[in-house]
């Protein structure tokens, strides 16, 4: 018979308050129990045999679960037992699973990844998500990704910061900050211990050089600066603004552009700009797809006759001045230099959108050491790159 006891009754009445053991039916008992300091304890307990012995297997205290709850647990345990399945050797299973899960050690990466899928919704909004994303992918998993994230240590941190503290310090002390906080939710979990090593004062301040040392030595312009500045290039007049417009634009560097010809411009099909190899720091030659406002450029820039080149230099059939754009830079943004836009555009696109790594790196004309090389310099790389730099575009003009 099952059901045997009232809810009411053992809330209520005194002598379910004694010591002893109370059947509800179905190997399902209300246990009372003496405390040595005076009191009782009482519990649910669910007894049944098991290949010829008696085994009681706890349903959780009487204040915690109710008679109706208990019942259900009962239930399922005697379904259990009819099925061939013992319930407390299946639940000790679990709970060593469970133990076993959380002391397996963890990689950074998949570390970081449920860090931003549990903290990213509280974020102000999705680009602070892939900014956190990019930036990571780029520059932290390619080094300590595959690390157990109980042992990165100060060196380990070292190794992803040092390549990008002089050159981009702005995204270097923001993925800095990034893998302190994952760290410091990787103590919390109990995945690691111990002091964290990407913290910057009186620890990685003492191993790195002062971010306004880096910024002095490596003047590349913030790019939440560029609008601004673009903006006061659009106003002036002259060869050198134009160049440095270009320049930005096409994120190329300046021994490239100032002998632009117009024999390596494509203006009617392709709308690209082809630099020889003999131009290109690699050696090898190199194709840039031209957004709208570089083509408007082309299109408006006075042409001196018998020459070759479009921005003219202040000799007959000369180009300009690798220093003109410099002077220009030294009156208008002097704390800047003209190469360190690239680096504003590396950070731009990694944390501002979801441009894949080689994309950005073949915007560069760097070269992508790895097998996959061939495959991302086929024509297909070409419109991503436009894509890419055409967002670039919008970005600096407000498109």
């Not at 959380?102 to 931003?116: C, D, G, R």
Request: hydrophobic share 40%.
């Amino acid at each position: 018979m099952l059901e045997k006891l009232s809810a009411a009754a053992i809330t209520r009445k005194p002598e379910y308050r004694k010591p002893g053991r109370y059947a509800d039916g179905g190997g399902l008992y209300l246990q009372v129990t003496a405390r040595k300091t005076g009191g009782v304890t009482r519990a649910w307990l669910f007894q049944y045999s098991w290949k010829g012995k008696v085994r009681q297997m706890g349903l959780g205290s009487f204040e915690q679960v109710t008679l109706a709850q208990a019942r259900k647990r009962a239930k399922a345990a005697r379904e259990k037992v009819a099925d061939g399945i013992d319930p407390i050797a299946e639940k000790t299973a679990e709970r060593r699973a469970a133990i076993v899960e959380v002391a397996l050690p963890k990689s950074f990466q998949a570390f970081a990844t449920e860090y931003i899928a549990t903290h990213s919704p509280s974020w102000r909004n999705d680009i602070h998500r892939k900014q956190w994303t990019s930036t990571l992918k780029a520059y932290a998993y390619p080094i300590i990704g595959n690390m157990n994230v109980a042992e990165i240590e100060t060196a380990d941190v070292l190794r992803v910061l040092k390549p990008i503290w002089a050159t981009k310090l702005e995204t270097a002390d923001r993925v800095r900050g990034r893998i302190e906080k994952i760290l410091h939710a990787a103590k919390a979990a109990k995945l690691r211990s111990g002091d964290n090593p990407a913290i910057w004062k009186n620890h990685l301040d003492h191993l790195l050089p002062s971010k306004k040392k880096a910024e002095r030595h490596h003047p590349a312009m913030p790019y939440a600066d560029l609008p601004a500045f673009v903006r006061e290039l659009v106003e002036r007049d002259g060869i050198a603004p134009r160049a440095l417009e270009m320049l930005i634009l096409t994120v190329a560097r300046t021994g490239s552009l100032i002998g632009m010809r117009d024999t390596e411009l494509d203006l009617r099909n392709a709308h690209t700009w082809t630099i020889p190899g003999e131009r290109m720091k690699g050696g090898k030659e190199h194709t840039v797809p031209l957004c709208q406002r570089a083509q408007q450029i082309i299109r408006k820039m006075p042409r001196e006759k018998g020459s070759p080149f479009l921005f003219m230099g202040q000799k007959p059939g000369s180009h300009i001045s690798n220093m003109a754009m410099l002077e220009l830079m030294r009156k208008i943004a002097p704390a800047y230099v003209p190469h360190g836009f690239r680096s504003s555009f590396t950070d731009w696109a990694n944390e501002e959108t979801d441009a894949k790594h080689e994309v950005i790196e073949m915007c560069l004309a760097h070269t992508i050491k790895n097998k996959t090389e061939a495959a991302y310099r086929r024509g297909e790389l070409l419109e991503k790159r436009r894509a890419l730099l055409s967002e670039w575009e919008a970005y600096l003009y407000g498109v």
